[in-house]
């Protein structure tokens, strides 16, 4: 069974920084790209930022490039998300999942709540 737990979310003052984990299981996690997502109050899901399964060309937004990085260790089955020089626009929930298109989306996990305060 397919599970992604997110975690490493929080309260954090604007300019300062968080680092997310998701922990994947149930899934080839080394040989699939992955990504990270988010949500904020009254506005749709957006994909953040994505790495390939040999971790080359690293996608970025345009809001959050250069402040966010993403990375993953395979032999731990996690990705990670870097977030500094937060801002309060960043404040969603936090979520990981599969960048090989909607169709290759598997189920969402619960998130984690990043909460920035200017």
């Known amino acids: 069974q397919v599970h992604l737990v997110e975690s490493g979310g929080g309260l954090v003052q604007a300019g300062g920084s968080l680092r997310l984990s998701c922990a994947a299981s149930?899934?080839?996690?080394?040989?699939?790209?992955m990504g990270w997502f988010r949500q904020a109050p009254g506005k749709q899901r957006e994909m953040v930022a994505s790495?390939?399964?040999?971790?080359?060309?690293?996608y970025y937004a345009d809001s959050v490039r250069g402040r966010f990085t993403i990375s993953r260790d395979n032999a731990k089955n996690t990705l990670y998300l870097q977030m500094n020089s937060l801002k309060p626009e960043d404040t969603a929930v936090y979520y990981c999942?599969?960048?090989?298109?909607?169709?290759?989306?598997?189920?969402w996990g619960q998130g984690t709540q990043v909460t920035v305060s200017s």
């Open positions: 149930g899934i080839s996690f080394s040989i699939v790209s």
């Open positions: 999942n599969t960048a090989m298109g909607p169709l290759k989306r598997l189920d």
């Open positions: 790495i390939t399964s040999g971790r080359s060309s690293p």
